[in-house]
């Protein structure tokens, strides 16, 4: 940290002791021990990221119900292992970092992959493209470069937007090459070295990459199960200053978390007074498994209309494999986006644009088949980890592709290793933090056909029972 003070989020008392449960392991005897450890623990499972400030020791102290000597005690030992860091007048704050990431698995089609969250393609695919093929003939006497993107199909971006209650014209849309496209593009014009991009944790791990690559800073607010910390993203607003936020409000990647109206409407609100622009992913607001996709909460969009870029994809709805997506802005920001695209590229493959079109013309049919059809993969995927894995804690989500799971201890990392060797893939918690840790959780998609979701989980008990072996092998020989 170079003696620098982080600015992030701060966590109250009141929070952190609800974070840290029933804490308290061996009575008063080792209070200070129990209480440092299960610091610790938050910290290891993300929910106090790098640079959250913690209370002070009263207001701490007062929380838990315990003496100050312990708490302070406690913050000693945090102290003393790096995990926490104090400077007078300043307060104490989280300074651990995770010790580095397993590299990405190599391909391997003999292996059952569980790193994509991505469907294959729906069925009237090759139909879209057919109708398009008839259309381009009229695009060969142009240039090909799109510039915001085919008009027809801006027009039916922005139909969609409007029927969901945030009336938009084409002028306010752009055909992006995909949503991190889109997201790479706000952070080019929004964010430059050394800025802050206030994020959730966990979440996305390439938006992550993302900010790294522009040399921005992430700034993490723990997404906790029960949702986002409201709180905490009004004060890191306040504390970090970011120059960006991104936010997944839709079925987030990769809790499945839907975030309602009334908490956007309260970080609407907190954006527009912190005059901070934000890019809301709605990659997955298509993918609503509850039945009633008219029920759902409005546009964040809509609570701060000159501050919220939205992003959208036609990857998760239609097929990755066409490459496009699109952003939603005001039409004086979205002129400064087109301005910064020109440095990266011209604009989007027209064929591909004509079949999304097309797509887009009629898409219900479509995505309630898509929807469907996921809603049978997620309910299997359920089945199987209840039957392999009863120990492991998850939320089935209302939308997306992936369930969050609570491992029974910390050992993510470990797993993911071993579960190659039992012949299936998965991504490691720490991949989903903005600094790693994240131990007690791992992603588990749902988008591949049954059959195979029901081996995985089978080959993943085998790999965490023989993960669970060795640690209990290295406990007794230590003792």
């Not at 569980?114 to 729906?122: D, E, G, M, Q």
Request: hydrophobic share 45%.
């Amino acid at each position: 940290m170079n003696g620098e003070i982080p600015l992030g989020g701060r966590v109250s008392g009141t929070r952190l002791a609800d974070l840290l449960g029933n804490w308290r392991r061996h009575g008063n005897r080792r209070g200070a021990a129990d209480l440092a450890a299960a610091i610790e623990l938050q910290v290891q499972d993300g929910q106090l990221p790098l640079g959250t400030r913690l209370p002070a020791e009263r207001e701490l102290a007062e929380a838990l119900g315990a003496s100050r000597t312990m708490v302070a005690a406690a913050l000693d030992r945090l102290r003393e292992s790096g995990m926490v860091a104090s400077r007078r007048g300043a307060g104490s704050w989280v300074a651990a970092r995770a010790s580095g990431l397993p590299p990405a698995p190599a391909a391997d089609t003999g292996l059952i992959d569980l790193t994509r969250a991505s469907p294959p393609a729906i069925s009237g695919l090759v139909p879209a493209f057919d109708a398009a093929r008839q259309r381009l003939p009229e695009q060969l006497s142009k240039t090909g470069y799109t510039g915001l993107g085919l008009l027809d199909l801006r027009e039916r971006v922005a139909q969609r937007y409007t029927d969901r209650g945030l009336p938009t014209t084409p002028d306010q849309v752009m055909i992006t090459n995909g949503a991190l496209h889109a997201f790479v593009l706000a952070l080019r014009l929004l964010a430059g070295p050394g800025d802050r991009v206030l994020v959730e944790q966990p979440s996305y791990p390439s938006a992550f990459e993302a900010i790294r690559a522009a040399h921005a800073v992430p700034v993490p607010v723990a997404l906790g199960e029960r949702g986002w910390d409201l709180a905490g993203i009004e004060a890191a607003l306040r504390q970090a200053g970011p120059r960006l936020a991104f936010l997944i409000p839709d079925f987030q990647n990769p809790t499945g978390l839907r975030l309602d109206a009334e908490g956007r409407e309260r970080i609407g609100t907190a954006l527009a007074r912190a005059r901070t622009p934000v890019v809301v992913d709605e990659t997955l607001v298509d993918v609503d498994l509850t039945g009633d996709p008219g029920a759902a909460p409005p546009p964040l969009a809509g609570t701060a209309p000159d501050w919220v870029i939205t992003i959208g994809s036609a990857a998760k709805s239609f097929w990755g494999g066409l490459r496009l997506g699109w952003l939603r802005a005001s039409e004086d920001l979205l002129g400064r986006l087109q301005a910064a695209r020109f440095a990266v590229d011209l604009g989007s493959p027209v064929l591909e644009q004509l079949a999304l079109s097309e797509l887009l013309a009629d898409a219900e049919p479509s995505l309630a088949k898509r929807r469907e059809e996921v809603t049978a993969l997620r309910d299997a995927l359920v089945g199987a980890l209840r039957w392999y894995c009863p120990d492991w804690e998850f939320r089935v989500p209302d939308g997306g592709f992936s369930l969050w799971c609570r491992l029974p201890e910390p050992m993510s990392t470990r797993l993911a290793v071993a579960a190659a060797g039992h012949g299936v893939q998965v991504v490691p918690g720490a991949r989903f933090g903005a600094h790693g840790g994240l131990e007690r959780w791992v992603r588990l998609p749902y988008s591949l056909p049954a059959e195979q979701l029901y081996e995985a989980v089978r080959r993943l008990s085998a790999a965490a029972a023989s993960v669970r072996g060795s640690a209990c092998a290295l406990d007794a020989q230590i003792t």
